[in-house]
């Protein structure tokens, strides 16, 4: 079956620190992946997708490469901000290409202190 | 643009009363709407999914006579916990699709609480 294993948090790192947040994940066929983050008091908003295996997302700073022979899909950002706090979620869709039918993983919350 | 609301964000209620949750989509229509529910510290787990006019697709393991899931228009889906129980307290969420690409766009979440 399809699932989604995230590292857990809280991760609280000091402004400019470099961010990793690992998600391994397990899907039968060819998954798209995804990262949602969630600010406090709003939903989750797609922070970036990837459909294919090698394939690379960014957004905002962030990035994640899907990485097939791994299992992987770790977020980075080289320098965070304060404003990058929220929790962020791993995901994976089994339409390929799409976001129907979403499997999520635990989420981690990052606090981003000056 | 892609805003999708929830109502009430906070609800506490009486076990064995019912409480209705509302979900809109502020500037697009929703063809599918997606219910979830999150427990403390885990996964975002898909209740169910309604396609406007259409009778919803509940997950396995979801009571659907618990869980009552109306998609009435293309910007309106809502959740009716009936006969609720301290058991169903929990974080639900929706979320809204409308194009080609799938892309959901999530409400804030309302948290319920079943006293």
């Known amino acids: 079956g399809n699932s989604v294993t995230q590292m857990e948090g809280p991760v609280t790192l000091s402004e400019e620190a470099f961010l990793t947040i690992n998600c391994t994940y397990t899907?039968?066929?060819?998954?798209?992946l995804f990262w949602y983050v969630q600010y406090p008091g709003e939903g989750l908003q797609l922070l970036l997708k990837a459909t294919k295996a090698d394939d690379k997302g960014s957004n905002k700073g962030f990035e994640a490469t899907y990485r097939k022979e791994t299992t992987s899909f770790h977020l980075e950002k080289g320098s965070v901000q304060v404003s990058d706090s929220a929790v962020y979620f791993c995901?994976?869709?089994?339409?390929?290409?799409?976001?129907?039918?979403?499997?999520f993983g635990t989420g981690t919350r990052l606090t981003v202190i000056p | 643009g892609a805003v999708v609301s929830q109502h009430p964000s906070w609800v506490i209620c009486k076990s064995g009363t019912s409480v209705k949750i509302e979900c809109r989509s502020l500037d697009f229509q929703a063809t599918t709407m997606f219910w979830y529910r999150q427990f403390p510290k885990q996964s975002l787990m898909l209740m169910a999914t309604?396609?406007?006019?259409?009778?919803?697709?509940?997950e396995q393991g979801v009571e659907k006579d618990k869980f009552l899931i109306n998609h009435a228009s293309l910007t309106l889906s809502t959740l009716t916990v009936t006969s609720a129980h301290p058991e169903d307290s929990s974080f639900y969420i929706c979320?809204?699709?409308?194009?080609?690409?799938?892309?959901?766009?999530f409400g804030p979440g309302t948290r319920l609480t079943v006293t």
């Open positions: 309604s396609n406007e006019g259409s009778k919803a697709t509940y």
């Open positions: 899907a039968t066929g060819y998954p798209s």
């Open positions: 995901a994976l869709s089994d339409l390929e290409g799409g976001a129907n039918n979403l499997f």
């Open positions: 979320s809204a699709s409308g194009d080609i690409t799938y892309e959901q766009y």
